[in-house]
């Protein structure tokens, strides 16, 4: 435990500035070959920017996954440990040896808690709205195709294809089919808009959603929500926002729940 002081005290002059050249020389070659000091300076950094807003960092990730992590740490007992932390920070530097070695076991666990929350509070919540599509969009809610008859060959190799990700494919044989069938025009629609989605044509997506939205099909309005989607793939935020509201505005349109709550995300 000695030497984990010592290195303590090295990491805290390096930190401060307090080593000479030749100090500050040795310690920047070791810290090139010591994995283990590395993660104590690692650690350091982590603490100090705990306490340095400047320092804070915005969460690029998926914003769900952020969500999950932050309501495991908004807890009294996290509470609790950031005023300690405070309390630390500003003792630090009148503090023995012994207090710190205490201190730092728990700070080490609970570092990680407090800097996600610190980046949830600065995560900009309407803003990344690439983040919400990934939050969002869920093609395992489309319709399985189930037509009966001539076309059913048909239908079922335009399903694989999209399994499959041959979304060019899927627009082709979309196309044969809306020429040739009445059945499952809805879904087929929904399909062939999805795949223009993913190769990134989107007006022919809109086009596509806005035929099913138009269409005399019982599940005419699936449209409105793969339309939303639409335009917060496009991050056009006013666009998506005023289809969410048409169908947060009739609650047995698909996805209203879902709608309702975006909305919320995005106003």
């Known amino acids: 435990m000695e030497k984990d002081e010592q290195e303590y005290r090295n990491i805290e002059r390096y930190f401060n500035n307090e080593l000479t050249k030749e100090e500050l ?9 010591s994995s283990s000091l590395r993660e104590w300076v690692d650690l350091y950094r982590d603490l100090d920017l705990i306490n340095s807003e400047e320092g804070w960092i915005h969460f690029k990730g998926e914003l769900s996954i952020l969500k999950k992590e932050i309501a495991q740490f908004q807890s009294t007992e996290t509470k609790e440990f950031s005023e300690k932390l405070k309390t630390w920070r500003q003792r630090q530097k009148e503090d023995s040896p012994q207090i710190r070695r205490y201190w730092l076991r728990p700070l080490i666990t609970s570092a990680a808690a407090i800097l996600l929350i610190a980046a949830f509070l600065l995560y900009p919540k309407n803003d ?3 983040s919400l599509y990934d939050q969002y969009n869920n093609w395992d809610d489309l319709p399985s195709l189930t037509v009966k008859g001539a076309n059913e ?3 079922i190799a335009l399903e694989r294809s999209f399994k499959a990700k041959d979304y ?3 627009i082709q044989r979309a196309e044969v089919l ?3 069938s009445n059945n499952a025009t809805s879904q087929v629609l929904l399909y062939q808009g999805v795949s223009y989605m993913e190769m990134a044509s989107y007006d022919k997506a809109i086009a596509a959603f806005d035929a099913l939205i138009l269409s005399n099909a019982i ?3 699936k449209g409105y929500w793969y339309k939303s989607l639409v335009f917060l793939k496009q991050e056009q935020k006013e666009n998506c926002i005023q289809v969410l509201e048409v169908i ?4 047995t349109y698909f996805k209203h729940q879902e709608a309702t709550h975006l ?5």
């Open 153 to 155: 060959d048909a239908v």
């Open 168 to 170: 060019q494919e899927v």
């Open 219 to 221: 599940d005419f309005h």
């Open 248 to 251: 947060a505005a009739n609650p």
């Open 178 to 180: 809306l020429k040739t």
């Open 25 to 33: 020389l040795a310690f920047e070659a070791r810290l090139k070959t």
């Open 128 to 130: 990344d709205l690439p």
């Open 263 to 267: 909305l919320k995300e995005l106003k």
